[in-house]
Nanobody
Framework: QVQLVESGGGLVQAGGSLRLSCAASGSVFRVNFMGWYRQAPGKQRELVASITSGGTTNYADSLQGRFTISGDNSKNTVYLQMNSAKPEDTAVYYC??????????WGQGTQVTVSS
């Protein structure tokens, strides 16, 4: 089992920055992929950014380089640095972990609201 707890969400003005954190606990040694996803009202959940245990990162094309995903293995935490925030970034942001044994885990989500 892997438990994920997101934090860092809140209200930010357009153009501002926010950093989300996802702390993992439990069988973290089995995790080989972690990602940030978001779901806006009335829309499907979409991938924002991901990072593998080897450090390979991937981003949604629509972000245009505004977000950065990083990990701190000593803290079992993955971060999402959000810069130049836009109102369309408003969504619930979820953390996901996938293990090499084929299990998927999700956090409870954290709300991000970008005001114009």
């Amino acid at each position: 089992q892997v438990q994920l707890v997101e934090s860092g969400g809140g209200l930010v003005q357009a153009g501002g920055s926010l950093r989300l954190s996802c702390a993992a606990s439990g069988s973290v040694f089995r995790v080989n992929f972690m990602g940030w996803y978001r779901q806006a009202p009335g829309k499907q959940r979409e991938l924002v950014a991901s990072i593998t245990s080897g450090g390979t990162t991937n981003y949604a094309d629509s972000l245009q380089g505004r977000f950065t995903i990083s990990g701190d293995n000593s803290k079992n935490t993955v971060y999402l640095q959000m810069n130049s925030a836009k109102p369309e970034d408003t969504a619930v942001y979820y953390c996901r972990a996938n293990t090499w044994t084929g299990y998927d885990y999700w956090g409870q989500g954290t709300q991000v609201t970008v005001s114009s």
